[in-house]
Protein backbone atom coordinates (compact mmCIF):
# COMPACT_ATOMS: atom_id res chain seq x y z
CA UNK A 1 0.00 0.00 0.00
CA UNK A 2 1.45 3.71 -0.69
CA UNK A 3 1.60 6.17 1.58
CA UNK A 4 -0.08 9.89 1.09
CA UNK A 5 1.17 11.63 -1.87
CA UNK A 6 3.32 15.17 -1.92
CA UNK A 7 0.19 16.74 -2.76
CA UNK A 8 -1.85 15.01 -0.55
CA UNK A 9 0.47 15.61 2.66
CA UNK A 10 0.85 19.56 1.30
CA UNK A 11 -3.01 19.77 1.53
CA UNK A 12 -4.08 18.00 4.74
CA UNK A 13 -0.78 20.43 6.48
CA UNK A 14 -3.39 23.12 5.00
CA UNK A 15 -5.82 22.10 7.73
CA UNK A 16 -4.31 23.24 10.34
CA UNK A 17 -3.56 27.02 8.73
CA UNK A 18 -6.93 28.39 10.75
CA UNK A 19 -9.86 29.10 8.18
CA UNK A 20 -7.83 27.87 5.42
CA UNK A 21 -9.16 24.26 6.60
CA UNK A 22 -11.85 24.82 3.93
CA UNK A 23 -9.26 24.38 1.00
CA UNK A 24 -8.65 20.74 1.88
CA UNK A 25 -12.30 20.15 2.82
CA UNK A 26 -13.39 21.72 -0.53
CA UNK A 27 -10.97 19.02 -2.47
CA UNK A 28 -10.35 16.17 -0.53
CA UNK A 29 -11.48 13.00 -2.10
CA UNK A 30 -14.37 10.93 -0.78
CA UNK A 31 -11.82 7.80 0.13
CA UNK A 32 -8.80 10.09 1.25
CA UNK A 33 -8.82 9.10 4.76
CA UNK A 34 -5.52 10.88 5.37
CA UNK A 35 -6.57 14.23 4.43
CA UNK A 36 -10.26 14.40 6.31
CA UNK A 37 -8.28 12.75 9.43
CA UNK A 38 -6.36 16.13 9.21
CA UNK A 39 -9.54 18.07 8.12
CA UNK A 40 -11.26 17.57 10.60
CA UNK A 41 -8.71 18.07 13.32
CA UNK A 42 -7.95 21.42 11.63
CA UNK A 43 -11.62 21.93 11.86
CA UNK A 44 -11.92 21.05 15.20
CA UNK A 45 -9.05 23.32 16.20
CA UNK A 46 -10.39 26.28 14.52
CA UNK A 47 -13.78 25.66 16.27
CA UNK A 48 -11.77 25.65 19.77
CA UNK A 49 -10.24 28.50 19.26
CA UNK A 50 -13.22 30.80 18.40
CA UNK A 51 -14.87 29.58 21.39
CA UNK A 52 -11.90 29.96 23.50
CA UNK A 53 -11.30 33.51 21.75
CA UNK A 54 -15.05 34.42 22.78
CA UNK A 55 -15.30 33.14 26.43
CA UNK A 56 -11.44 35.41 26.56
CA UNK A 57 -13.63 38.66 25.66
CA UNK A 58 -15.82 37.45 28.24
CA UNK A 59 -13.62 36.95 30.59
CA UNK A 60 -11.64 40.24 29.79
CA UNK A 61 -14.59 42.47 30.69
CA UNK A 62 -15.04 40.79 34.25
CA UNK A 63 -11.41 40.87 34.49
CA UNK A 64 -10.84 44.27 33.39
CA UNK A 65 -8.54 43.00 30.59
CA UNK A 66 -5.96 40.57 32.62
CA UNK A 67 -7.21 37.23 31.32
CA UNK A 68 -5.94 37.72 27.66
CA UNK A 69 -3.15 39.44 29.34
CA UNK A 70 -2.31 35.41 30.51
CA UNK A 71 -4.46 32.74 29.35
CA UNK A 72 -5.50 33.99 26.09
CA UNK A 73 -1.55 34.70 25.10
CA UNK A 74 -0.63 30.96 26.94
CA UNK A 75 -3.87 29.42 24.86
CA UNK A 76 -2.57 30.81 21.68
CA UNK A 77 1.07 29.74 22.14
CA UNK A 78 -0.65 26.12 23.24
CA UNK A 79 -2.71 26.23 19.69
CA UNK A 80 0.51 27.63 17.80
CA UNK A 81 2.03 24.45 19.29
CA UNK A 82 -0.52 22.33 18.65
CA UNK A 83 -0.99 23.60 14.87
CA UNK A 84 2.60 23.23 14.10
CA UNK A 85 2.54 19.34 15.36
CA UNK A 86 -0.28 18.74 12.83
CA UNK A 87 1.48 20.13 9.91
CA UNK A 88 4.47 18.21 11.04
CA UNK A 89 2.74 15.05 10.94
CA UNK A 90 1.06 15.90 7.87
CA UNK A 91 3.59 16.20 5.81
CA UNK A 92 5.35 13.24 7.22
CA UNK A 93 2.83 11.23 6.09
CA UNK A 94 1.47 10.43 10.03
CA UNK A 95 -2.27 10.69 11.22
CA UNK A 96 -0.98 11.67 14.89
CA UNK A 97 -3.25 12.49 17.11
CA UNK A 98 -3.83 15.53 18.72
CA UNK A 99 -4.46 15.58 22.65
CA UNK A 100 -7.78 17.05 23.49
CA UNK A 101 -8.15 17.95 19.76
CA UNK A 102 -8.70 13.89 19.19
CA UNK A 103 -10.82 13.74 22.56
CA UNK A 104 -13.16 16.13 21.21
CA UNK A 105 -13.71 14.60 18.08
CA UNK A 106 -14.23 11.44 19.64
CA UNK A 107 -17.02 13.08 21.63
CA UNK A 108 -18.45 15.32 18.52
CA UNK A 109 -17.70 13.04 15.72
CA UNK A 110 -17.89 15.45 12.45
Known amino acids: MRGPTLGT ?3 AAVSYLSILFVVPLALVEEDDTFTAF ?3 HGFMLFIVTILANVLFVFLDIIT ?10 LFNIVVLVASVYGIVSALRGKSNR ?13
Open 9 to 11: KFL
Open 38 to 40: HVR
Open 64 to 73: YGYTSLYLGR
Open 98 to 110: IVGISNLLEIFPI
